[in-house]
């Protein structure tokens, strides 16, 4: 693991994430640029002290050159921070699994795609909502065509921790409000990127183009907390996508609709256990996690009979299980997200800097 | 009345909410556009047949000479048919409570706005949505300050009923998909006037710009079945307004979300007996009709204690309600839509379309 | 009218009903016992002086006697004033609409019973929830086979305004926690027998025996504010009932279970324009009034498309529109409660305070 | 590991929630009664082969005498199978802990407490929706007094899978129906014993007596598919008890609802991140786990920021977490559940039934 120190959010999420399944076991870690911290942290979690490193290029060389070096390795830092590693992992031979958005710029984006067709790793990046069975039961039928001809894709993300200027020790507003470490976009990186690859995986349609209106409501931060897109799908479908951190009352309202014109389909992340499914001129039907009916889909990535709620790090769990899987050799991968759909996420965020900077004005892919 | 003969929907509406508080009684009307209908529909309803009448004008002159005559008229025909009715009642000296969208051009609804101006009667527009309890209940929350400055508003009006080309005999659906009876505008108008309306009499602001992508997603369609719009409001807050005729699954989806800096609120057309309020740093609030807390307001507009559902039609009544009060002197009527709705309404539909056909750019107010 | 002079509160919802479907008009009344509160009462309503009455059975006699005199009257009095006008107006050959529970004893209600065998005239009882569209609807679902051979029955009633002792001048308050004038029941008469009544009006089926654990929470009070009531019902179908006044956070909360061999259903008062339906082995349906698929039913006794909810009141008027029909000879009031429904209310609550005097066993009917 | 083999659902379980917070390392088992298939489980689970046992007493003996052998012990076994392995342990001085309910006798449950009284081992009871972090917040708010005294309890805990008799080879439904192997009580001990350890844990009530009326539905079934049952508990608070495995529609239906004088809240096991909470006279607020305002309690077991769900694995794992921390002497164990909720548990289950065969009368404690 290279960051998820001392103070880190998103690391013991990963954490969590890939012993549930019981398929990775954490040997190593490069866990804090600074190198107090990393050795604490290191001993905090059970790694033995000649495995933890002050540096993430260091442990690559190390692990590498160990007859029982780690096979993959999670990058949980910052944004700004993910590249370089993701680059020397690749170079050394060891899979890594990467923290979303993939970099800070389209520049490093490239740099890491390069790494990644170089490599005879694999690359993934944890767009972890992407691991809820009930999103992947909804791509299937859409794959199958439940839903007819995909017309309309609305999409939101909305919370409200950042609707105020938050407290200066506060370690995650920090570093997201931050361009330097954050990259360019704050709502649009941090959340915006989950919502479209959301919209974008369960459709398996590739944005055409879009148009922003990005604002900072929150006097003197200087990336954007609430985002207003508008995008045009290839083959012709649209859709609507809402970014927000100010959006008071929502804690992680990321919520996805779909609608063809044969059916459509609602799904809402903080009660991940249902999707609601019509066909056009018949009842509503309530989808729950392998429950009756449509329900065999999702029961494949699911662990406990429906009605017994699964969530957030069940979802991530099926992100690493998969990862696993992929590294064993074990299928395909193929409802992994990777590289590309990081490059999609990096070109999502300059296209609505771009975008709103003029005004709000269309940008193409 | 003028319209709502046999086979219409919203004259029967309009009807109801009249009588719910007791304060109309329906004598006489020009109730279709065919004479032997017009004749045939007041039978039934029991308006006297002198007082049935083939041509609106003429009910006019008729019903203003009358020492007895009608005090106010209802006009619930399709949109090409209320700029010439309301003109007439409106220089007749009678009051005109009018079905929206004001009209099928500003250039109309500038008559009519002239009208009103030259005339002693009273104008109203039906935008009924705004009768409902928590919604005005939600404004006057607004109006004092509970949600701070507004940032964000997110409205959307998502039905599904034309998703695909309705029968042939569906006459509700061929007038609102002809631009001939219904004006340029499709979703937009039918619906989506009604949503920006929700909008901006919660927020009171007003709109500044909007940029429109609007789609006719039925082959075969003259106006547009799906909207989606951005909305830039006076004094910076932002918005999103989606209108959709085919989203399936939806019946009359209209929604509300307002955010401010202090707090948010969100409302649901299809359960309008509750408003989640929530104030930043607290808990979610439920707030009912009435109800404990917060509910002082809603219950100035409410017939039953809360926990007994009321909704549509009593929403409407209110309107009528208010309409009464107007009309006796009774109140100002400042809760009530009138002509600045209904103008605002109709450049709604003009930008929407201009902005559409200019492949999405920004229309300015 | 009997009742429902200044201050009341049903007697309004019921004019309100009676007026919604255009179908009947509001010409007499007795509507208070205090001769001037009526003549003030009757001013407000319209009803011009000949026509109020300080005594119902004077009214019922002069209203028999006018060539113009009414056909129907409703009895909205607290409790103990329904048995005498209820026969009165029988004798008098006018058709009676009645307020629930029927009387305040059996050997009341036996009177009543006997007043409407042996008059010509209509009794109709207004358990108004059963004009719910989609109670009707799932009414018909089970009576087609839709849930097969029924098994459980749950039922709630559960509001919270009578928690605290009530203010000395909350009128609605004083009578219905008053013996003398509601009856031995509490919770169990005001809103137990709605919820009993919805449970048999639904499922078809009657009761065969019940238990019953009343308590009065709230000190001083001398009627029950809580029961917990176990029910049989012919044919092996078994079922739960709560019937609250004091649990905190609840308005109106009526609710209804029914769980067959093949299919089950709930529904929730607060929410009346959806009922979830589930065949066993297939996904949870969302019925909505009139909307699709199963919708059929509920449908025709709706007026506005699904989505549009209705509430309450509608629900309400549905009850006085099949009163108008039935008098009418429209139709033969199938669905219409009438004095076995009052009959059955009386046995509930009388079972129910034997049951619980007797420490919560057994009563067969 | 005292059962879970191969085919087993609720080992799997347990073995996830024991390594979610990485405090325990399952490293001994006797997972199956059947010695190939012990060894067979024992090896996909990574548990080396001398430590794989075919017998649970073996294991006890082999275990304690090594230096490194288990400090506790999982008991996954169908419920027959529960007390002589956890007596074996108790005296082996392993710590055990225990699937639900706590045997299928009160003998048997007598003997365990003995043991457990003679041991220095701890002994815990897996009735893991108390792990839930909003259930332990109830609990919380309950003893400080937010709810004031309380009043009413409703607890329901409502399935459908046995709505049919089951496939032959469903081997959960077999030996959940199966009186010898799950003890007399069918749907009160596999998920009415949870319904009432819930509605204790939350309240800190005991019960004085109860009343059931139990049913089994299907036709051949051994053990009860379908229970009402009333509550009286110490202290003067009713409540009501359906647990039911027949109710069509339900997956996982755990509800409780608990009012007091002050307060009143209600929860739902299928969607566990809401609690509702209302103060008497002001309205209903949404608390979540972790979240604003009255929030904190449920924060301190929890791995995530609220809106991010976590579910029954989460649930679970609290209870694994508390139980390392109660062995390494960290902490009282106050809020595990313990030999003391498995004799109520007994308790509830005998008394169902003998109430029940008493036709159902009131059974002291």
Request: hydrophobic residues 40%; negative net charge.
């Given at each position: 693991?290279?960051?998820?120190?001392?103070?880190a959010?998103?690391?013991?999420?990963?954490?969590?994430?890939s012993?549930?399944?019981?398929r990775?076991?954490l040997?190593a870690?490069?866990?804090?640029?600074t190198?107090?911290?990393?050795?604490?942290?290191a001993?905090?979690?059970?790694?033995?002290?000649?495995?933890?490193?002050?540096?993430?290029?260091e442990?690559?060389?190390?692990?590498?050159?160990?007859e029982?070096?780690?096979?993959?390795?999670?990058?949980?830092?910052?944004n700004?921070?993910?590249?370089?590693?993701?680059?020397?992992?690749?170079?050394?031979?060891?899979?890594?699994?990467c923290?979303?958005?993939?970099?800070?710029?389209?520049?490093?984006?490239?740099?890491?795609?390069?790494?990644?067709?170089?490599?005879?790793a694999?690359?993934?990046?944890?767009?972890?909502?992407?691991?809820?069975?009930?999103?992947?039961?909804?791509?299937?039928?859409?794959?199958?065509?439940?839903?007819?001809?995909?017309?309309?894709?609305?999409?939101?993300?909305?919370?409200?921790?950042?609707?105020?200027?938050?407290?200066?020790?506060?370690?995650?507003?920090?570093?997201?409000?931050?361009?330097?470490?954050?990259?360019?976009?704050?709502?649009?990186?941090?959340?915006?990127?989950?919502?479209?690859?959301?919209?974008?995986?369960?459709?398996?349609?590739?944005?055409?183009?879009?148009?922003?209106?990005?604002?900072?409501?929150?006097?003197g931060?200087?990336?954007?907390?609430?985002?207003?897109?508008l995008?045009?799908?290839?083959?012709?479908?649209?859709?609507?996508?809402?970014?927000?951190?100010?959006?008071?009352?929502?804690?992680?309202?990321?919520?996805?609709?779909?609608?063809?014109?044969?059916?459509?389909?609602?799904?809402d992340?903080?009660?991940?256990?249902?999707?609601t499914?019509?066909?056009?001129?018949?009842?509503?039907?309530?989808?729950?996690?392998?429950?009756?009916?449509?329900g065999?889909?999702a029961g494949d990535?699911?662990?406990?009979?429906?009605?017994?709620?699964?969530?957030?790090l069940e979802?991530?769990?099926?992100?690493?299980?998969?990862?696993?899987?992929?590294?064993?050799?074990?299928?395909?991968?193929?409802?992994?997200?990777g590289?590309d759909?990081?490059?999609?996420?990096?070109?999502?965020i300059?296209?609505?800097?771009?975008?709103?900077?003029?005004?709000?004005t269309?940008?193409?892919?």
């Amino acid at each position: 693991m290279v960051g998820g120190g001392q103070g880190a959010f998103i690391g013991a999420v990963h954490r969590i994430a890939s012993r549930i399944d019981d398929r990775f076991e954490l040997v190593a870690g490069a866990l804090s640029s600074t190198a107090e911290k990393a050795a604490a942290s290191a001993k905090e979690l059970g790694i033995a002290p000649d495995r933890s490193y002050a540096d993430f290029r260091e442990m690559a060389k190390a692990e590498a050159a160990r007859e029982d070096g780690i096979e993959a390795v999670s990058i949980v830092t910052p944004n700004h921070m993910h590249a370089d590693p993701a680059i020397a992992f690749l170079e050394a031979g060891i899979h890594v699994i990467c923290d979303k958005p993939l970099t800070v710029s389209m520049e490093e984006a490239e740099r890491v795609r390069a790494a990644v067709e170089a490599s005879s790793a694999k690359f993934v990046l944890t767009h972890n909502y992407t691991g809820y069975p009930l999103i992947r039961q909804a791509r299937q039928m859409i794959e199958r065509g439940d839903l007819g001809t995909i017309r309309v894709i609305q999409a939101r993300y909305a919370q409200d921790w950042l609707a105020e200027a938050p407290e200066e020790d506060n370690k995650q507003a920090a570093w997201r409000t931050d361009p330097k470490r954050a990259g360019g976009g704050g709502a649009i990186g941090d959340i915006g990127t989950h919502a479209l690859n959301l919209a974008t995986f369960v459709t398996g349609l590739e944005p055409e183009a879009l148009l922003a209106d990005l604002e900072s409501f929150v006097p003197g931060r200087a990336v954007d907390d609430n985002a207003h897109i508008l995008l045009r799908m290839k083959g012709g479908a649209k859709g609507m996508l809402w970014a927000s951190q100010v959006a008071v009352g929502k804690e992680n309202g990321l919520t996805l609709g779909v609608f063809g014109d044969k059916g459509g389909i609602e799904w809402d992340q903080e009660n991940p256990n249902y999707l609601t499914f019509t066909r056009f001129g018949e009842p509503r039907q309530i989808i729950t996690r392998g429950g009756a009916g449509l329900g065999g889909g999702a029961g494949d990535w699911t662990r406990v009979p429906p009605g017994h709620p699964e969530g957030y790090l069940e979802g991530f769990a099926n992100v690493y299980t998969d990862a696993a899987d992929l590294i064993r050799g074990k299928g395909d991968g193929a409802l992994l997200p990777g590289i590309d759909a990081g490059l999609e996420g990096m070109w999502f965020i300059e296209a609505c800097i771009e975008s709103s900077r003029n005004g709000g004005t269309w940008v193409k892919r």
